[in-house]
């Protein structure tokens, strides 16, 4: 499969296309959320696999299953991870409401870049239109499937878009997912955040810790990322 290569910090390879690719909130949300080394992990909604090649950079080297509807994405990660001998992570090219493996409620980390629209215009690109919209999976599905998937005190991280911030927590905690970090991010410390990182845990009480606002340039390039054509 025709493919261009992204570098990582630490020399870890990416294939993207022009339908499939990541940008910077996937970054910012897999350096969120890291893996301890030998956790079991799951990257929900992964597309080119982004968050579990960006773990596998920082050193997580546990199982990572990355669960994509998409086959032209999954294909990518595939690819990746045949080619760069990335043993422990597996594409899975499922639908995420129905997947319930085996190991169901064993997993220490689930991760989500999800679909951020509920309405407005949508791409006339399918793959573009599947990545933002809520199509084939709704903000509910995402948190049930990461309820199901975690064992009790497991951690969820997602990214998502202010806007929406109090759906977020409602749909967490419907689920037993307790919301315990959050941080916004923005372009300036005087202007509104664009995005917003949250990690829940599966189980636990109340308790909401506030971190500092993630301050980034629009468009900057993160964590040496850097894009090779090939």
């Known amino acids: 499969m ?17 339908d499939h690719r990541f940008g ?6 897999a350096r969120f959320c890291p893996p301890h080394r030998a956790q079991r992990a799951v990257d929900l909604c992964s597309g080119c696999g982004i968050v579990s090649l960006e773990w596998h950079d920082g ?6 299953m990355a669960v994509e509807i998409a086959p032209e994405a999954s ?13 422990h992570i597996t594409p899975i090219l499922t639908d995420l409401c129905s997947w319930k493996p085996e190991d169901a409620g064993l997993y220490d980390v689930v991760a989500c870049n999800p679909p951020y629209f509920t309405a407005g215009q949508q791409s006339t690109n399918s793959a573009r239109a599947t990545a933002r919209h809520e199509k084939e999976c709704s903000l509910d599905d995402v948190c049930r499937c ?14 998502h878009r202010p806007q929406r911030l109090a759906e977020v927590f409602a749909a967490l905690q419907a689920v037993r997912l307790e919301p315990k970090r959050l941080a916004m991010v923005k372009n300036k410390a005087d202007g ?36 090779k054509n090939k």
């Open 75 to 87: 294909s990518l990660l595939a690819q990746t991870v045949l080619e760069n001998e990335l043993t």
């Open 146 to 159: 990461a309820s199901r998937l975690l064992r009790d005190g497991g951690r969820f991280a997602m990214c």
């Open 59 to 64: 050193g997580h080297r546990g199982p990572c």
């Open 24 to 29: 910077t909130d996937a970054l910012l949300l």
């Open 2 to 18: 025709d493919h261009k290569t992204e570098i990582l910090t630490n020399g870890t390879q990416v294939y993207c296309s022009d």
């Open 192 to 227: 509104a955040p664009w995005l917003f990182l949250v990690e829940a845990q599966k189980n636990r009480r109340p308790g909401l810790l506030v971190e500092p606002d993630i301050l980034i340039s629009a468009g900057a390039a993160l964590y040496g990322a850097a894009a």
